[in-house]
Each structure stands twice: as C-alpha cells, then as structure tokens.
C-alpha cells in the first residue's frame, strides 16, 4: 500500500502539469477501459483524480501493462506533428523533453550531440544556416541544416538546449506518448531515426543523410531505408 502511494503520487506530479483539456482529452478519447476500474465521468465530477492518474501512469507503460508495437523505431509525419502541437505548460521539464524531441525529429541529432549544440556555432549558408561538429560517441563530423521547426525550438531556449538527462527525457516521453495516444515505445533515439526516415522518403540522396547522421559508412544509414 505505501508503495501504491508513494507510484501514485509521482505519477500525479507528471499528470498534473499538463493542462486541464489535455487530461480531459486523455480521460475520455483514449483511456475508457485502462488497467483496473474504468475511469467514468462520475469519477471525474467527484474529483477522484488519484483514480484517475494511478490508472492514466499505469497505461503509460510504468506497470508493464501498456503494450507498445514491436519493431516501430520511427514516427509517422502524423505522430511527429501530434507531439508538437501537445499544449503543455512552460517550463516544467516535460515540455522542455517534448521540444528536444521534436528537435532530434528535425535534425537527426544524437541525444549528447544535442546537449552540446549551440546555435551561435552555427554558419550562414546562403539562405540557409548549418551546423557541423564531430559527434560525441565516434569523432566523425555530421552536417545539418537549420530547419525551420528546429531553429526555432533552438531560438526558445536562447540557443542551447535545455540540460536534462538521457533517462529523465524518455521518462517524460512515456507521458507524452500517453497524452497523444501513441503506443510506440517513445525514445530519444527514436526521434533520430523519424528525421533519417523522414529525409529518405523525402528523397534526400543517402549518402548526404548519412553525413547529416555522422555515420561511417552508407551500411549504418541503410537500416533506415527498410
């Protein structure tokens, strides 16, 4: 029982910051029968949030119960787009995972990539602004272009990145992934591999999403090709 509670009120912390039509639309479009008692409207007018939350946390994959589609390792243009227009309030570090999210899924970036990226080391290109640097894990160099939707997550935070961890960020994309009713296993990588999905049906040349990725060889970007 002091387990029960102390998992409820944790959950609860997460829930509670995201507002109060997200929840509502949480509550009734996608949750109707969730793990245990079914939340009901009556539940909610009696403002039995613990309810509430205990089951939307248990759907959020921390008891096992959620079942998550094996072998999706990317998102749908879709899927990208829902978690960008997710209202959460400022902030709090579940939006600031959202945003570095949805940056990855505009840039291909690996996570400590990420963490080290700062829009003034960025070069005019023409119309176009770049940013190169080698990557964290091998030394190779990737190159990428500033997309709109990246830059301007980039501009919000004053060019650098919030710092939250790896682990802390694909807690909080369990949420997220509840809040928009997707059932992928939500990662840090998997918004890696959106963009390289993304740019190869866009037809951008493999060899070119390869240099944007910091791959070695074509052979490491050709599983995203499949």
Known sequence: AEAEA???????????????????????????????PEITEEMVAAGNTDSCIYVLSRQAGEGGERKAEKGDMFLTDEERDRI???????????????????????????????????????????????YSAPRVKTGVMFYIRMLPKALAIAEKYGGRLPKVADQTCNANLKTIATATGITKRLTTHVGRHTFATWALRSGVPIERVSKMLGHRRITQTQRYAK
Not at 19 to 25: D, F
Not at 105 to 112: H, N, R, V
């Open 84 to 130: 960008g227009a997710l209202e959460l309030t400022e902030g709090h570090v579940i939006a600031a995972a959202r945003d570095m999210f949805v940056f990855q899924c505009y840039t291909g970036m690996a996570y400590s990539d990420m963490m080290r990226f700062a829009l003034e080391k960025c070069q005019r290109d023409g119309k176009n602004l770049t």
């Open 6 to 36: 102390a998992y409820k009120l944790e959950k609860k912390k997460r829930i509670n910051i995201l507002k109060p039509n997200t929840i509502m639309q949480m509550l009734f479009d996608n949750f109707r029968a969730p793990v245990g």
